[in-house]
Antibody, heavy 118, light 110 residues
Framework: DVQLVESGGGVVRPGGSLRLSCAAS????????MNWVRQAPGKGLEWVSA????????GYADSVKGRFSISRDNAKKSLYLQMNSLRAEDTALYHC???????????WGQGTMVTVSS | QSVLTQPPSVSAAPGQKVTISCSGS????????VSWYQQLPGTAPKLLVY???KRPSGIPDRFSGSKSGTSATLGITGLQTGDEADYYC???????????FGGGTELTVL
């Protein structure tokens, strides 16, 4: 089955750090561009970051630029999001999602919850 | 405030048709491809429409997408109670160099 499974979420204090992981299976991970998309409680979708198939091109939303870093390990079929200097407004469910061919997201994980609170 | 504008909610009776609008600008919808997502309560979003009007394998033809200028529309015919969900439009924004989403529309099937 095609699957994305996120992990690494939790409760962290403002200013703290967290590293999220996403394990892929059922499709050719190393051919795929990947993304992180988050959803604050009761709110809509917000694209966070993207990485191309081999990791040499990345993009970030202005809201996380300079604080978050996306990476991947194709040998492990895994995607990562290093989150530093966390703020209360980063509290959200973080989904990893595969890029389709036309700026769409065709495979989604169930998400991992990040709560930033003192 | 979302870059793309969607109505907060729409409703219709079972078996009827509903449309959900998504309004943007020339930097996003006007010059890029639009996709639509369905998010059932407590689940991850699911791709319904990509490339403005194409459906992934397994998506019934009750769901359709269209685009005109800087606006896009999702249509759903033969409404079922199982269609009750939040629906989001999304596209690339060339000015922001980012994917942007609408604020989401909650569909109620009365």
């Amino acid at each position: 089955d095609v699957q994305l499974v996120e992990s690494g979420g939790g409760v962290v204090r403002p200013g703290g750090s967290l590293r999220l992981s996403c394990a892929a299976s059922g499709f050719t991970f190393d051919d795929s561009a990947m993304n992180w998309v988050r959803q604050a409680p009761g709110k809509g979708l917000e694209w966070v970051s993207a990485i191309n198939w081999n990791g040499d091109s990345t993009g970030y939303a202005d809201s996380v630029k300079g604080r978050f870093s996306i990476s991947r390990d194709n040998a492990k079929k895994s995607l990562y999001l290093q989150m530093n200097s966390l703020r209360a407004e980063d509290t959200a469910l973080y989904h990893c999602a595969r890029s389709g061919p036309l700026d769409d997201f065709d495979i989604w994980g169930q998400g991992t919850m990040v709560t930033v609170s003192s | 405030q979302s870059v793309l504008t969607q109505p907060p909610s729409v409703s219709a009776a079972p078996g009827q048709k509903v449309t959900i609008s998504c309004s943007g600008s020339s930097s996003n919808i006007g010059n890029n491809y639009v996709s639509w997502y369905q998010q059932l309560p407590g689940t991850a979003p699911k791709l319904l429409v990509y490339d403005n009007n194409k459906r992934p394998s397994g998506i019934p033809d009750r769901f359709s997408g269209s685009k005109s200028g800087t606006s896009a529309t999702l249509g759903i015919t033969g409404l079922q109670t199982g269609d009750e969900a939040d629906y989001y439009c999304g596209t690339w924004d060339s000015s922001l160099s980012a994917v942007v989403f609408g604020g989401g529309t909650e569909l109620t099937v009365l």
